[in-house]
């Protein structure tokens, strides 16, 4: 489903249990999302990476990791709740089977991408590398064995064994080519190029991580193609200057109090110190 309006609820009092307290702070809000792309903006510590998590909750979005439920005692109704489940519970968020600009229809997949799937992904590839070089290993081993006198046959059978064993070591290396691991940020960026699809929503937590500006330019215009041409909605949380530029994006900066949609990407605080390292390298 796409994501047409989220709203927040006023929760009542200053709690102090992660996640309500990121809820209750935002206060009563609601947005309208109107652009295929769109950036939940703050600082670190700000709470946009709790609410992507909220959200993805709350739609039951497909994710690799699983998430903390911050399991508590509830000592109002005698028994454990999850605080993840009672914030779900409390938003609001209003769905459509087809977004505004186009008549596509729904979208296939629905999907949260944190760092953690994106650490997973290199991961695996080193751990299968990892498993191919024991594997090579241990067959080269059983070859030298018999190279140092252990096989205890005939030379006409030993030479027989040999050949055989040679053989099939050379047709398991065959099967069990390492993968190539590149950097880290090269290695995110071929994950994205992956995994992004079209006809799908995507809920994206700081996806520059790791990527340099030039990866973080393509990435950026990748989702940019996928949003506007290929039917997919992304809602990103990030304060990477290339993700806000998006043209067309809408962002709910969660700094602001009451929370606000930001028109000028430019004027938020972290992009300042842009501005200001950039104006002194010309100045």
Not at 19 to 33: A, C, D, Y
Not at 41 to 58: C, E, P, R, V
Not at 182 to 206: C, V
Not at 245 to 262: H, L
């Amino acid at each position: 489903m796409f994501v047409k309006r989220i709203i927040f609820p006023d929760i009542e009092g200053n709690s102090r249990s992660y996640p309500v307290n990121v809820i209750s702070k935002l206060g009563k809000t609601e947005f309208n999302i109107n652009s295929p792309v769109t950036l939940i903006y703050g600082s670190n510590g700000s709470g946009k990476s709790t609410l992507l998590n909220i959200i993805a909750h709350k739609l039951n979005c497909d994710r690799e990791t699983k998430i903390d439920p911050k399991v508590t005692y509830d000592y109002r109704i005698g028994r454990a709740i999850s605080l993840f489940d009672e914030v779900s519970q409390r938003i609001d968020i209003v769905t459509s089977n087809t977004f505004d600009y186009d008549d596509k229809g729904q979208p296939e997949n629905q999907r949260l991408i944190t760092s953690a799937e994106v650490l997973n992904y290199i991961a695996r590839k080193v751990d299968h590398n990892s498993k191919v070089s024991v594997a090579i290993n241990t067959k080269v081993n059983r070859i030298n064995s018999w190279k140092w006198g252990e096989y205890d046959g005939s030379i006409s059978e030993g030479s027989a064994y040999l050949k055989k064993i040679t053989e099939r070591d050379a047709s398991a290396r065959i099967s069990m080519h390492e993968k190539n691991i590149q950097s880290n940020g090269e290695e995110i960026f071929e994950y994205f190029a992956e995994i992004l699809e079209s006809n799908s929503l995507y809920l994206l937590d700081e996806p520059e991580n790791c990527l340099s500006p030039i990866f973080q330019q393509r990435l950026a215009e990748c989702i940019t193609d996928l949003a506007y041409e290929y039917n997919s909605q992304f809602i990103i949380a990030s304060h990477s200057p290339f993700f806000l530029s998006i043209e067309g994006a809408q962002i709910i900066n969660i700094d602001a109090y009451p929370v606000e949609c930001c028109k000028d990407w430019r004027k938020l605080e972290n992009m300042r110190p842009y501005f200001e390292l950039f104006g002194d390298i010309k100045g």
